[in-house]
């Protein structure tokens, strides 16, 4: 099975930074890699699929990079409705694991 | 508008079982596979199960497999979870969620049942 290692597990950052989350897959998924924000009590929600493709809906403030085994997201500059929980998904092969999160908190 | 809506949820005993399902509307079931992903209280998401567009492939995370079963109805567009031997680590939020073509990612979720297992 592929493991998913995202870091950090937690972040702290101010309105307007530039924040950047990793994921690390332990062996190649091609671009097979998607990115999930979720807040307290909600679903997730789709933010980037194919490590680069923005979600239909999704603010340009997000975006995705990476192939093979190392992918980053990126928000440019961090709005308050952004405080949440990120969350990486591999789906190039069974089981689609995710990563275990990262908590995005107000500095 | 699509709309994904989860129930069965419930309060059961460790062995217990339940039956989940999930009710689509504004899209064409028959175009996407279906998952379902769970999520325990206060932890991270757990991918749990695929069934493709016409059920010929299905898929289970280990952590399930021989307990859960997964089946969809195509004619009553619903995806359904039969929830077998349960037990206390079986304890979540169940999201079913549409699967993307191509990516396989999930774009459109329900908003969850909860499944609570205790004695």
């Known amino acids: 099975d592929i493991q998913m290692t995202q870091t950090p597990s937690s972040l702290s950052a101010s309105v307007g930074d530039r924040v950047t989350i990793t994921c690390r897959a332990s062996?190649?998924?091609?671009?097979?890699l998607n990115w999930y924000q979720q807040k307290p009590g909600k679903a997730p929600n789709l933010l980037i699929y194919?490590?680069?493709s923005l979600q239909s809906g999704v603010t340009s403030r997000f975006s995705g990079s990476g192939s093979g085994t190392d992918f980053t997201l990126t928000i440019s500059s961090v709005q308050p409705e952004d405080f949440a929980t990120y969350y990486c998904?591999?789906?190039?092969?069974?089981?689609?694991?995710f990563g275990r999160g990262t908590k995005l908190e107000i500095k | 508008e699509v709309q994904l809506v989860e129930s069965g949820g419930g309060l059961v005993k460790p062995g217990g079982s339940l039956r989940l399902s999930c009710a689509v509307s504004?899209?064409?079931?028959?175009?996407?596979?279906m998952n379902w992903v769970r999520q325990a209280p206060g932890k991270g998401l757990e991918w749990v199960s695929s069934?493709?567009?016409?059920?010929?492939?299905?898929y289970y995370a280990d952590s399930v497999k021989g307990r859960f079963t997964i089946s969809r109805d195509n004619a009553k567009r619903s995806v359904s979870l039969l929830v077998n031997s349960l037990r206390a680590e079986d304890t979540a939020v169940y999201y079913c969620?549409?699967?993307?073509?191509?990516?396989?990612?999930?774009?459109?979720w329900g908003q969850g049942t909860m499944v609570t297992v205790s004695s």
């Open positions: 194919a490590a680069s």
């Open positions: 062996q190649s998924i091609s671009s097979f």
């Open positions: 069934i493709s567009r016409s059920s010929s492939y299905i």
């Open positions: 969620a549409r699967q993307i073509s191509g990516s396989d990612a999930s774009d459109m």
């Open positions: 998904q591999q789906s190039h092969s069974m089981p689609y694991s």
């Open positions: 504004g899209f064409t079931f028959t175009d996407y596979s």
